[in-house]
């Protein structure tokens, strides 16, 4: 049996955090926007991580099944990108002119992403799926976007709802919002707002929070394809969260397509902070035109780090690796479910797997079952999709299961 | 006298990069965008950095006063921030909760600058001056935005203008331009729009590109601070590109008032990547209730130098050594200007001087100094101002006062 954690620690810094910073910790890696349900299963603080693991600030060991949220693919700390980055470290960052580094980066994400003729690098996914909405309006002359529900583009007001803190009808009134895999629902937008239609955004498939991860239905991508092409309108893959973990050539060639612009952040550099937009070349000059840029966005470490990474990505297949890791860990996790009379859900893709408990509609008992791995070092949360990286062994699967196993148990008492 | 600078691999690399990334280099640090001016003076990509210099692929030795537009605030690669990044990378970056050196240099920050109750981090300048706005229109339930003209506050829609590439009029019609210093136009535009101004934006005193910057006039921002208190109105300080380099406290310190919300950047970490917004109690709600957040917005290294950075500034009273460095390289200029019968101004705070020859309204003279003096290892910018670091040496003075004689005595040939 495992032990079951104690988050004194946690619970003592996040009370000295809230006096200084408003929410104590804000975003996905906080207690109050949703991802740690139920909270009290949850630790707050990270002490170190390594590999596969973190720590938190009360010793706890977990099995990371969150990947700082995606960044991390390669294993935290892996040995070949941190080396890099030392390296190019010591020689400068952040410098008036930027370091070449920068162009092998590019010259090497045109070599591995299928539809990239040029990249562009920011520091923030929404940098990158900002300046692709904007390159698309710059190109056309048009204002509409549409949307797939369930969709996360980011932060910035364009991207947010209308009913978000701080966000104007203004920000949102050029927004369309679509069922995700209804081409008939384009089709007609499409028909309805001729010539009006800037682009289309979308993440290759569904994979939003608090319901099942939905893949494209056979033909759909390739439908919205040709309609975007008809209609001189740009189609924008973001990529930040599932790129490289599908697909090291880009989600949509995963899908069989091309997209216009895909964006990508996270996995890109293993944890170094750099984004990328990437793109056809029919798009540089619109890109070229605007007016983009940021105080780091020219630092020489992430981008020998981001060479680093690509590189060992491909020379490892990494997202063949990771879906036969989360393939693995998904039999495994179903069939525990299984011998103790459960239903487990398991959506999206494999190395990006979304876990639903299905016996319960309220989602109670799945938030529970979650709570119980949790408190036993596995680190999953209850309403967001997974990130497998490539540190997770044999080992690592099978004590998950085991914790997922002595959940089930728990939840049935 | 010195030897003329050989750009050659810098062109052979720019014509690498043109084919893989828009613009070859974009944004303030590339040829096409205005700093560059005029552009066969400069180099475009560097090889390595230390302390005030940079030295370019063709092995030529620049004094940068641009310290990379401003990260630079202790010298390149200082060892104390250096040593304290390197530290916290070994246990952890980007984990999937934060590292307690988030908490701490919140604390530090709150410690330090006078107007902070709490502090939010993000990676751009840009992430924390939208959020000031977007925290302003939730907590006070208005649209409307008080801009100076001259201003920069980022590369979001919302504060570009109408006539970029990419912008909409959507992004931009809630914005007001006032001119700077113009106290009644403000009074006028509050008795206008009474109960609909969200927030006022503006830098601490006008340092835009193109003209001689200008401080604000006696009680300019104590009779803002008022009218906006009495209206209920933000008024936001982007001290992003100022901060630290006039006043450890905050530049709004430095003028006598207290913003409500100030927005940090590049000075905060030397160079690290990490962005801040620093406010009073009364908005951290509104700033709680936002959704707003990235994937490496919690990363520890970042923090980590931060507060080295911080302390270190602290300690050394940065801001007032910086302001005595650019006083004595300002004093050396306008003499060295003065011996050849030339009217150097140099405008805005010592440390973030700005260079106008006088002497010719078209500004091609002055052009043509600053490309002798960039061509001599001494890297200023035409319309751009200027950054002192603390490394800077009175060795380091003189030599560019001597450069800045023979760049004068070239130009009157």
Known sequence: MHKINDYSKSREYFERASKVIPSGIYGHQGPAEGCYIPVEAFPFFSEKAQGTYFWDVDGNKFIDYMCAYGPNILGYNDSDVDAAAAAQRKIGDCITAPSTKMIEFAELLVDTVA????SFFAKNGND????AVMASRAYTHRKKIIFFKGYYHGVSPWTQKIDYAGIIEEDVCNNIYLQWNDFDAIQATFDKYKGEIAAVIGQPYMHGNFKDNTLP???????VRKLCTDNDTILIIDDVRAGFRLDIAGSDHYFGFEADLICFCKAL??????SALCGKNFLKNAVSSMSYTGSYWLSAVPFAAGIACITKMREQNIPKLLNEKGTKLKEGLINTAKKHGYDLHVSGAA???YLRLADDPTLMLHQKWIAECVKRGVFFTSHHN??????LSD???????????EAFTEIKK
């Open 395 to 405: 080992e690592d699967i099978a004590e998950t299961i085991e914790i997922a196993d």
């Open 217 to 223: 239905e056979k033909d759909f991508w390739q439908k």
């Open 386 to 391: 997974h990130f497998v990286n490539a540190a």
């Open 115 to 118: 539809t990239a003729d040029w």
């Open 351 to 353: 190395s990006l797997f």
């Open 128 to 131: 990158v799926t900002t300046m």
């Open 269 to 274: 550099a293993n944890g170094y902070n750099v």
